[in-house]
């Protein structure tokens, strides 16, 4: 039987996060301790845990038919690779610091400077744009004390909440990129193993819409129901029933988690009552 080869980075947050998403889709893997490759019980697909630096290239050779990796990793290392979606999570910058003692105008100030960093292709490209030339050092583990040790005058790494560059002394001053987990696919990928990744994408796509939305039971007064209809965006229209009470109904709807307490808060003045939030498991459309 055809299988698809997905590739996931070996270790860390992006690791447990990919193996949920894939969990939320319905599949199941099978993965004993320090597996480096392992399969799926309930649907025709294989897992291989890779190195994040290392995944561009297999994808390249088609060795694994898709991964899950980040966006980051791609501008790097893998500009040439198909991106199928974007997931969502995973999410980070791509940023220059320097260390907090330093007055910091523009990103000019890194003319002729040190840097420090695991991207070397993403600060070049950068710096290039903005017509200036430094000097980089390639260091493919923590990048962050460079300063300290007088190896750097500044670094180049990925930041999420920021409290490394804090520990370390440093400050964000320029952020290149932002990143976020995404679905690739290489283009070496067949026609059999395609119709797969289309299977899977419609999973992983139900899985995310669920994410970013709640689901909204309420009762509304009959009198003041068409204001609270005007209120509620839906995914078509919202769904209203009759209560037992008389001059009541019920309404159903899906609101976007990003929007939901300023229309919660709309909601309750415009007369909703016993407002009901439940989370959605998958949403098919």
């Given amino acids: 039987m055809t299988k698809i080869r997905i590739a996931i980075q070996k270790a860390g947050r992006l690791n ?10 319905g599949i199941s893997i099978d993965n004993g301790k320090d597996q480096l490759k392992a399969s799926s019980r309930n649907f025709p697909m294989e897992v291989f845990y890779l190195r994040n630096g290392d995944i561009p290239q297999y994808l390249r050779d088609g060795v694994v038919d898709i991964a899950i990796i980040g966006e980051n990793v791609l501008v790097e290392k893998g500009t040439d690779i198909i991106i199928a979606e974007k997931l969502g999570f995973s999410k980070c910058k791509v940023s220059l610091a320097v260390p907090k003692s330093v007055k910091y105008n523009s990103v000019n100030d890194f003319e002729g400077k040190r840097i420090a960093t695991s991207y070397p292709n993403t600060v070049l490209n950068y710096l290039k744009e903005k017509g200036v030339k430094a000097d980089l050092h390639i260091i ?11 190896l750097a005058d500044a670094i180049c790494d990925i930041v999420s909440s920021g409290s490394t560059l ?8 320029e952020v290149m990129l932002t990143s976020e987990a995404v679905l690739a696919v290489s283009p070496k990928i067949t026609v ?15 899985v995310l819409r669920a994410r970013g939305s709640k689901y909204v039971l309420l009762n ?23 209560l037992a009470d008389e001059g009541w109904s019920s309404v159903h709807t899906v609101i976007n988690k990003d929007k939901f307490w300023e229309v919660i808060d709309e909601l309750k003045k415009a007369g909703a009552e016993g407002i009901l939030v439940c989370p959605i498991e998958k949403m098919v459309l």
């Fill in 16 to 25: 447990e996060e990919s193996l949920q998403v894939l969990k939320d889709c």
């Fill in 140 to 150: 493919s583990g923590s990048v962050e004390i460079a300063p300290n040790i007088g």
């Fill in 166 to 173: 804090f520990k370390n002394n440093l400050k964000e001053v």
């Fill in 192 to 206: 059999e193993r395609k119709e797969l990744l289309e299977k899977l994408q419609f999973r992983i796509q139900s």
């Fill in 220 to 242: 509304a007064p009959n009198d003041k129901l068409d204001g609270i209809l005007k209120l509620l965006p839906g995914m078509r229209s919202p769904t209203v029933l009759p």
